[in-house]
């Protein structure tokens, strides 16, 4: 199975505007420098995305892209499928054509791989990735306060 860059960086896109949730639009220029990805394929992406009613566009000064829906009904699968992006690990891309347009002999086994990485990926959702995102930066916000109570022979038992 192979996810390419425009189902990763559609994904981290979608998160990247969840995280803001509740602000301001968020704008593509913004999310290009965040992460490093083109603003021309960031449009792209947003594009289908807006297309298929993951996200609003607002226009004008202070404009951007905001969630369609609520985060907790956007799944990955939902963003990786609105950018057409296939997640297949079947050679034949589903056909049954494998082998001398036949079947081949493991063509089950990677259907079967791909309904489990569907269901995975139909299960996770945008408000799911923000609340692991969230409770990291706690964490690690934790850990650097308790550096900075601590004394500093004491320092070297908290762990970063």
Request: proline content about 3%; aromatic content about 4%.
């Given at each position: ?91 034949c891309g589903g056909k049954e054509n494998c082998h001398d347009d036949k079947k081949c002999i493991t063509h089950d086994l990677w259907a ?49």
């Amino acid at each position: 199975m192979r996810l390419t860059t425009k189902g990763r960086f559609a994904v981290t896109a979608m998160l990247d505007l969840a995280m803001q949730h509740g602000s301001d639009p968020v704008t593509l220029a913004e999310i290009s420098q965040r992460h490093k990805i083109s603003l021309s394929y960031l449009e792209q992406l947003f594009g289908k995305m807006r297309r298929r009613a993951l996200v609003n566009s607002v226009r004008g000064p202070g404009g951007g892209y905001r969630l369609a829906k609520d985060m907790g009904r956007v799944s990955v699968a939902d963003i990786i499928d609105a950018v057409d992006e296939p997640i297949d690990s079947t050679q034949c891309g589903g056909k049954e054509n494998c082998h001398d347009d036949k079947k081949c002999i493991t063509h089950d086994l990677w259907a079967k791989l791909n309904a489990h990485i569907s269901a995975y990926l139909g299960a996770v959702t945008l408000k799911q990735l923000v609340d692991d995102q969230k409770a990291k930066q706690n964490g690690v916000a934790q850990v650097q306060d308790m550096r900075e109570i601590l004394p500093r022979r004491d320092r070297t038992s908290v762990p970063v």
